[in-house]
């Protein structure tokens, strides 16, 4: 099954500074629960979305199209994730925690304690044969690195794929909940931890054990509240804050280079996709690649005042819509579901998955091996390592790329001589049919002169059948 990334986007109310600085002229007007203009003073557009949640939404509405889908899902051991972007004070946390975690009212409760309450929700009405646990893992990507907020020890967690394929967090803290109100607890102590300069990810992993047979299976839930992207010209950030912001900005751009490369069409698909140029982008490669269910709120600010970066965001999620992604059950599961006939791997997964486990397994004796068969085949590729096989099938695609950019120039100049052919006819064409009405009224002209003459010579011949005057003598 192939579904897109859901995206939405969401303006909050304007702030009072907002209000202040451009007196309540706001960026854009609402046209329908899916779409709305946006304006500034060059341009005026139309955008659309899978749902735009305006200044007036309630949480619950977000929750309810944007999260409990995967929340629905996950209890059947489908990964799924919800990110939040947006400018720096967008309304990214507010959306994911609330105006604050634990005492707030049930109204402004914001996703994550309401992922929690769906997720045990979903549990109680699930069937007898199976026996559910749910974990919760809280870390913060700063300046590049993986933080535990449940064990602030561990500093430096590493990214890991496990035989599955899935991205792991190594070593990181899980805790066992098993009520909505011990989980917002665990939540409301570690959350204040984290900070608005970080990536703050929330997961919480679904374990399904039947009772019949033991098979275990596993869904997540991950929760991003994304670092706000900044200007830092506007801001005047110096020292730390300017370090900061640009390890932030860069992560960001990594992630808009991940949606770029993954958007490109099918000819792209299996070329590479740079998902280890940064550490959230390589934890979100789950997410954005295709196994996983994914949603993904644009926050804006409604200001004027705001109007160039609410557009970027805007961008950003025009882009992030045309990813394909095709959610799976939890590889554990995947064995089990193809002998059942449910669901089969695309032709890319496949390839994707034998050339990883050739990576894996290959050592030092088999590349050697792989090498003499390359140049007996006539193939005459240096592979020295693992590392450089993996460069190889790069170069092979990048090259792929270029060639195919190329015959793209050359049909793009192939167009340009013919519009220039088609041009030169279209005056020859014009000049033709000037001619030939010249031509035509010549040839009119002629026939006037013939009439004309013939009257004469007949005048004359009338006249030369009297005789000649006789004077009187
Ligand atoms: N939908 C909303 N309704 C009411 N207030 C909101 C809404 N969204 C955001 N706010 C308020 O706007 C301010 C900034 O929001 P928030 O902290 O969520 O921004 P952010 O996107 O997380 O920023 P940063 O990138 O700096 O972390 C907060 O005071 C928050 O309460
Ligand atoms: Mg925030």
């Not at 059942?340 to 032709?347: E, V």
Request: hydrophobic share 35%.
């Amino acid at each position: 099954m192939m579904s897109n990334i859901t995206v939405c986007a969401r303006f909050r109310p304007l702030s009072a500074k907002e209000r202040k600085d451009s007196c309540d002229s706001i960026c854009i007007s609402s046209i329908d629960s899916e779409s709305f203009i946006f304006k500034d003073e060059k341009d005026e557009c139309t955008y659309s979305f899978d749902k735009v949640f305006y200044e007036e939404s309630k949480q619950a509405d977000v929750y309810e199209f944007l999260a409990l889908p995967i929340v629905k899902d996950a209890v059947k051991g489908v990964n799924g994730t919800i990110i939040t972007y947006g400018q720096t004070g967008a309304g990214k946390t507010y959306s994911v925690e609330g105006p604050s975690i634990l005492e707030c009212d049930v109204q402004k409760k914001g996703l994550l304690p309401r992922v929690v309450d769906g997720l045990f929700e979903c549990i109680k009405s699930a069937d007898e044969s199976t026996k559910y646990t749910i974990k919760l893992s809280m870390v913060e990507i700063y300046m590049e690195k993986v933080r535990d907020l449940l064990d602030l020890t561990k500093d430096n967690i590493q990214i890991k794929e496990n035989k599955e394929q899935e991205i792991l967090l190594s070593g990181v803290t899980e805790i066992t909940i098993s009520d909505p109100e011990g989980a917002l607890q665990s939540l409301s102590t570690e959350m204040n931890v984290g900070s608005s300069r970080s990536h703050c990810i929330y997961i919480l992993t679904v374990q399904l054990e039947s009772n019949t047979d033991k098979r275990v299976k596993t869904g997540k839930v991950i929760l991003v509240d994304l670092a706000g992207s900044e200007k830092v010209e506007k801001t005047g950030a110096e020292g730390k804050v300017l370090e900061e912001s640009k390890t932030i900005n860069k992560s960001l751009s990594a992630l808009g280079n991940v949606i770029n490369a993954l958007t490109c069409g099918p000819s792209t698909r299996s070329s590479h996709i740079p998902f280890r140029d940064s550490k959230l982008t390589r934890i979100l490669q789950d997410a954005l690649g295709g196994n996983s269910r994914t949603a993904l709120l644009c926050c804006c600010s409604p200001s004027a005042s705001n109007a160039s970066e609410t557009l970027s965001t805007i961008r950003f999620g025009m882009r992030a819509k045309h990813i394909k992604a095709s959610p799976l059950v939890s590889r554990r599961e995947d064995k089990h579901a193809k002998k059942h006939g449910d669901i089969s791997p695309t032709k890319d997964e496949s390839c994707d998955r034998i050339l990883n486990k050739l990576r894996e397994r290959l050592d030092d004796e088999d590349v050697k091996l792989l090498e003499e068969l390359f140049i007996l085949e006539g193939l005459f590729i240096d592979v020295t390592s693992v590392e450089d096989l993996e460069s190889a099938y790069q170069d092979v695609t990048s090259w792929t790329i270029s060639s195919l950019q190329q015959a793209v120039e050359e049909l793009i100049y192939t167009v340009e001589e013919l519009k220039r052919e088609n041009k030169d006819l279209k005056a020859r064409l014009a000049d033709a049919e000037r001619f030939d009405a010249m031509r035509k009224k010549t040839e009119d002209n002629a026939g006037v002169l013939l009439k004309i003459s013939g009257i004469i010579s007949f005048l004359f011949s009338w006249a030369g059948s009297f005789s000649p005057l006789k004077m009187p003598s």
